[in-house]
T-cell receptor
Framework: AQTVTQSQPEMSVQEAETVTLSCTYD???????LFWYKQPPSRQMILVIR??????QNATENRFSVNFQKAAKSFSLKISDSQLGDAAMYFC?????????????FGKGTKLSVKP | EAQVTQNPRYLITVTGKKLTVTCSQN?????MSWYRQDPGLGLRQIYY???????DKGDVPEGYKVSRKEKRNFPLILESPSPNQTSLYFC??????????????FGPGTRLTVT
């Protein structure tokens, strides 16, 4: 079974600085997708960024980028120029492309605080 | 506007009183799913559906039922709620099929308290 591990329950960053959130996963599949979701205090789940495993190029969305290391099964999220609005829970998630291709497997989350 | 709606958003109930949380999506998605979120545990899947009349258990199905009679609706039923089902519940939907990564669209969440 696939698993997703976020080893940092909490992280803190100074406003305008850069922070990296870690995520590792375990799978025997070769074709899959990885996601980072943000959950602000409103509790809404917001997609931050996605990565297709077959793409070697790391995904980037404005100030958010990932470091995808397929062989190491690592998928970290880098937030540049951190803003107060980035404070939230961040969840790493895995979706396979097999029989239950819709199912998302989540890590336990990392709570990010941004200091002014 | 493309969205997933859930009702109610907040619910306080008593042990054993049957309840239903509704979920509806307007994006014609085949796939729908229910998750519960508990502190320190992340989101765990309860049930999912690949299409109308096709449902299957997720990781924590005990104490829950679902049905998928229409493509847009996927209600979550608690026949006899217990305090350990106090949680934040999310419904989500996504298209299926090969191709680009299909993100899941989440509803706003339902905060359930069972006393």
């Amino acid at each position: 079974a696939q698993t997703v591990t976020q080893s940092q329950p909490e992280m803190s960053v100074q406003e305008a600085e850069t922070v990296t959130l870690s995520c590792t996963y375990d799978t025997s599949e070769s074709d899959y997708y990885l996601f980072w979701y943000k959950q602000p205090p409103s509790r809404q789940m917001i997609l931050v960024i996605r990565q297709e495993a077959y793409k070697q190029q790391n995904a980037t969305e404005n100030r958010f980028s990932v470091n995808f290391q397929k062989a190491a099964k690592s998928f970290s999220l880098k937030i540049s120029d951190s803003q107060l609005g980035d404070a939230a829970m961040y969840f790493c998630a895995y979706r396979g492309n097999g029989g239950s291709q819709g199912n998302l497997i989540f890590g336990k989350g990392t709570k990010l605080s941004v200091k002014p | 506007e493309a969205q997933v709606t859930q009702n109610p958003r907040y619910l306080i109930t008593v042990t054993g009183k049957k309840l239903t949380v509704t979920c509806s999506q307007n994006m014609n998605h085949e796939y729908m799913s229910w998750y519960r979120q508990d502190p320190g545990l992340g989101l765990r899947q309860i049930y999912y559906s690949m299409n109308v009349e096709v449902t299957d258990k997720g990781d924590v199905p005990e104490g829950y039922k679902v049905s998928r009679k229409e493509k847009r609706n996927f209600p979550l039923i608690l026949e006899s709620p217990s305090p350990n089902q106090t949680s934040l519940y999310f419904c989500a939907s996504s298209p299926l099929g090969q191709g680009d990564a299909k993100e899941q669209y989440f509803g706003p969440g339902t905060r359930l308290t069972v006393t």
